[in-house]
């Protein structure tokens, strides 16, 4: 027959993600699969106060094998929605699996109200980690953003969420509903358009299958996994301090009472060097990535996450140790190739160390040059202080960006801001 063009729906859900509105918006979805040409669907909070707050973790019924899978078939169905412009109006908290809507909207407006708008991944704070909705936030604001908010279960502001991009628009409350009708209006009357634009790849997130990021049936591997593991009792150990040659100093730190979580504290403290990439600093860097491998295989759990800091005075990173860069470029008896290995062959053990399946977090302070920049740019989560000084000088020395810097500039920038 023949499809529906400019259509517009409106979607109003409850706090909370029960089984009744999984079921509801999939046969929304096919519907609009099944008879649309274009058009705009509207998901907006039955309450003022809470958009919404994902899934009732406090449900004692809820299965968490069927929570984890109903989450990825609505992520993937919203991602492969191309009959419709995904238009969230978030009004009220928005919570963990929440975020699922305005992360796979193609507009998202938030409106001033009487209670402040605010968003999280508060999951943390329960014992838990965030799930399947971290694919699709991912995507909207990046891995590194989504990473600190669901490491640290912070609120934030809709401010913040605009100027993420999670947020397209701020609606203020005494032009609130002139403003939202109008956009309801502009976005009916270039349905048509707009809905090529996505099914063609110039606007939205693209389909499920577009991304580079983890898919939603990944993450639910992810969570099961997580959750088969969560009461596995930690062993302990006493705590030590490790002292290996002279670069690098490994601590246990625990964080609980009776020594059952424990955080390792890696600092670099080679005074002498700066801080630099060396083969010496490499070599005892092996030792500690065996170190904190070992402890995992002892106690079937091991460390929670990993520091890494340093005890330079203003140093944190320096890059290359330019001392023995200068004695290989005057080395007559090497190739390019075999230059490239050696210099490749100073971080080798960094690369490991951010393998790792623990979460690295860089204290940063001090000079963070050259080399030093990817390995800030490699950690989970990044701290600074005030007298923090970053940045990749080696360009206006000849030399292009080594040690995975210019792919990892990719995570964080466009790709205009990554060649500038």
């Known amino acids: 027959g023949v499809k529906l063009k400019n259509q517009i729906r409106t979607v109003r859900i409850p706090t909370h993600l029960t089984p009744a509105l999984f079921e509801q918006l999939h046969a929304i979805l096919k519907e609009i699969e099944d008879t649309w040409a274009s058009g705009v669907l509207v998901i907006e909070g039955e309450s003022e106060e809470i958009f919404n707050h994902g899934a009732p973790i406090d449900d004692g019924d809820a299965k968490i094998p069927e929570v984890i899978a109903r989450y990825v078939e609505l992520a993937r169905a919203l991602l492969d ?3 419709a412009v995904l238009v969230a109006r978030v009004c009220g908290s928005v919570r963990g699996g929440g975020l699922l809507f305005p992360a796979t909207a193609d507009v998202c407006v938030a409106v001033a109200g009487s209670v402040e708008t605010t968003f999280g991944l508060p999951e943390i704070h329960r014992q838990m980690v965030p799930g399947v909705v971290t694919s699709v936030v991912s995507r909207r604001i990046g891995k590194s953003l989504c990473g600190y908010y669901g490491m640290t279960g912070r609120p934030f502001s809709t401010a913040r969420a605009l100027e993420m991009g999670l947020v397209h628009e701020i609606l203020e409350s005494d032009k609130a ?3 939202w009708n109008s956009l309801l209006r502009r976005l009916q009357t270039g349905a048509e358009q707009a809905v090529f634009m996505k099914q063609s790849g ?18 639910g591997t992810v969570m099961g996994e997580f ?9 302990s150990t006493p705590t030590q301090v490790i002292k290996v040659i002279d670069c690098l100093q490994l601590q246990d730190v625990m964080v609980d009472d009776d020594g059952s979580s424990r955080v390792a504290v890696l600092t670099m403290c080679d005074e002498a060097a700066r801080n630099t990439f060396s ?10 990535v065996e ?4 402890q995992r ?17 203003d140093v944190f990173h320096c890059g290359a140790n330019p001392h023995e860069m200068r004695k290989w470029s005057t080395d007559e008896s090497l190739s390019k190739v075999e230059l490239a290995q050696r210099m490749k062959s100073l971080y080798t053990a960094f690369l490991r160390l951010f393998s790792l399946d623990i979460p690295v977090i860089a204290v940063l302070h001090g000079k963070v040059y050259g080399g030093g920049c990817p390995l800030a740019l490699w950690a989970d989560y990044r701290v600074g202080t005030q007298e923090l000084d970053l940045h990749y000088g080696n360009i206006t020395r000849g030399m292009s960006p080594a040690a995975q810097l210019s792919e990892l500039w990719g995570h964080y920038l466009p790709e205009s801001r990554v060649l500038e």
């Open 81 to 83: 929605c191309r009959k």
């Open 177 to 179: 509903t002139a403003d």
């Open 202 to 219: 110039m606007a939205g997130l693209g389909s499920s299958a577009d991304s580079n990021c983890l898919e939603p049936e990944e993450m």
């Open 227 to 235: 959750f088969a593991r969560r009461d596995m009792k930690e062993c």
């Open 279 to 288: 083969t010496n600093m490499n070599a005892q860097l092996e030792m500690v």
């Open 291 to 294: 170190k904190v491998l070992s």
């Open 297 to 313: 295989q002892r106690s079937g759990i091991g460390y929670r996450a990993l520091v890494l800091t340093s005890s330079v005075a």
